[in-house]
Each structure stands twice: as structure tokens, then as C-alpha cells.
């Protein structure tokens, strides 16, 4: 032992920076989440397509309508109504083919992220489009149906653009579910 603090008698003990730990990530990084977002613009603009043969049209002063096994007739009720706050609109009627396609995907993948539930898509009649009447309006119809995030769709009420425009409803955000489940927990007694 003697020996030991002999030789241990110049040593200074290290100084601590308080430097944190490199850092453990729990959740994904920015460049992550950028590329995820990207993989799935990606995947959608390879699921829909532009070529006419495979969308199936619609008329101009057709009704859109679309609902997930899932969605709650209420919930479907007041999306047809119109009673939700529209969080956002996006315009596709003028637009080309490719151009509508994807603007809408990444309108509808942003506002997933952003955890909003209904938006506006504005697709237009399309009397007068060609190669036949409703064009985009087709296009749109049968784009939102193969997104995943899309729960529902309905035309919109006549002060929101009628059948020229959807009401969309988007999956709930992770927060929103917690929340809305809380508020029924509550107020289960009352029923």
C-alpha cells in the first residue's frame, strides 16, 4: 500500500467540464424527418397517376363523396354540413395535371404534419376543360381516395365553393386523439 501512494503521490484528480452527454436522440433528427417526407411525396407521386386511362371521370355537377371504414357518420355528417373550421384552401383548378398532383400531395402531407383535420381543395367544374369535361376535378377525386392520410371527403357547402371544392378531413394528430379521449373519459358520466 505504501508503494502504491508512492507512486500515486503527484497524481490530480480530472477536472469535470459539466459538459452534457453526446446527445441521445429519443425521437427522430430534422434531416430525418425531412427525408421520411420526402420518401412519402415520392411514394404518392408514383401511386397516382396522370394518365387518363387510369382515373375514372366524373361530371362536372357531380357530388364527391368518400368515407373510410372508421369515420364516424357524425363526424361524416358535419363534414358534409361544413360545420368544421377549414384550416386551410388550396386551388388546383387551373393547374396542369402533374402540377395539381403534386401541389396536393404536398399541401395535404404538410397539414397532416401540422395536425389540422379539414382543409379546402378547390378542383373547379371543369365545364369547358379537355380532354373532357371535370378533368381535374376526376383527377382530384380519385387522387384523395388513394392517400391514406385522406379519412373523408365531401363537396363542399354552396358558399364554399359548391361542387367545384372538397371539404377533406385529415387523420387526428397524436395530441388531438389523447385529448379527445380524455374529454369522453369526462364526460362519459353525463351520458
Avoid at 37 to 56: D, G
Avoid at 132 to 139: E, G, M, V
Wanted: some cysteine; proline content about 5%; glycine content about 6%.
Amino acid at each position: 500500500m505504501d508503494l502504491f501512494l508512492t507512486e500515486m503521490a503527484d497524481v490530480k484528480p480530472l477536472i469535470h467540464n459539466r459538459m452534457a452527454p453526446t446527445a441521445c436522440h429519443n425521437g427522430a433528427t430534422d434531416a430525418q424527418k425531412a427525408r421520411k417526407a420526402a420518401a412519402q411525396m415520392n411514394e404518392y407521386l408514383l401511386r397516382l397517376p396522370l394518365e387518363l386511362a387510369l382515373i375514372p371521370p366524373v361530371k362536372p355537377d357531380d357530388m364527391l363523396s368518400f368515407k373510410r371504414p372508421g369515420v364516424q357518420d357524425a363526424v361524416f355528417k358535419n363534414l358534409r354540413l361544413g360545420k368544421y373550421k377549414v384550416a386551410a384552401a388550396l386551388d388546383v383548378h387551373a393547374m396542369s395535371r402533374r402540377q395539381a398532383r403534386d401541389t396536393l400531395v404536398t399541401f395535404l402531407l404538410a397539414h397532416v404534419r401540422l395536425g389540422n383535420r379539414c382543409v379546402l381543395v378547390i378542383h373547379g367544374k371543369g365545364h369547358h376543360s379537355k380532354p373532357f369535361p371535370a378533368l381535374i376535378k376526376s383527377c382530384v377525386n380519385h387522387w384523395l381516395t388513394q392517400m391514406d392520410e385522406v379519412q373523408a371527403f365531401h363537396s363542399a357547402t354552396r358558399g364554399q365553393g359548391d361542387y367545384g371544392a372538397v371539404y377533406v378531413m385529415l387523420p387526428k394528430h397524436a395530441q388531438q386523439k389523447v385529448a379527445a379521449r380524455e374529454q369522453n373519459r369526462r364526460g362519459s358520466h353525463l351520458r
